[in-house]
Nanobody, 110 residues
Framework: QVRVEESGGGLVQPGGSLTLSCATS??????MAWYRQFPGKTREWVGG???????LYTASVKGRFSIFRNNAKGTIDLQMTNLAPEDTAAYYC??????WGQGTQVTVSS
């Protein structure tokens, strides 16, 4: 059974940093992506790790967000820096273009 679980969300002040983790079991991860969903909006792609280990990002987060494999934890993490209120959203990871986690909420507010 495939399990995908995000963690690490929370409340952070503008300009702060937060790292989300995506843990999986029951599946071999070949590619993954992070998405986010603003209230009342459709889920949008944030960035991803390709099958050949390239990282890609949407323009609004490039230079601020970083995706990497955390071998110590066995997760794929999304490091977010210089966060702004407009980054407030539910963040999801998707594995192999198919399996979703339940999401984790990130709130950027003073």
């Amino acid at each position: 059974q495939v399990r995908v679980e995000e963690s690490g969300g929370g409340l952070v002040q503008p300009g702060g940093s937060l790292t989300l983790s995506c843990a999986t079991s029951g599946v071999s991860v070949h590619a993954m992506a992070w998405y986010r969903q603003f209230p009342g909006k459709t889920r949008e792609w944030v960035g991803g790790l390709t099958v050949d280990n390239r990282t890609l990002y949407t323009a609004s987060v490039k230079g601020r967000f970083s995706i990497f494999r955390n071998n110590a934890k066995g997760t794929i993490d999304l490091q977010m820096t210089n966060l702004a209120p407009e980054d407030t959203a539910a963040y999801y990871c998707r594995i192999n273009g198919r399996d979703w986690g339940q999401g984790t909420q990130v709130t950027v507010s003073s």
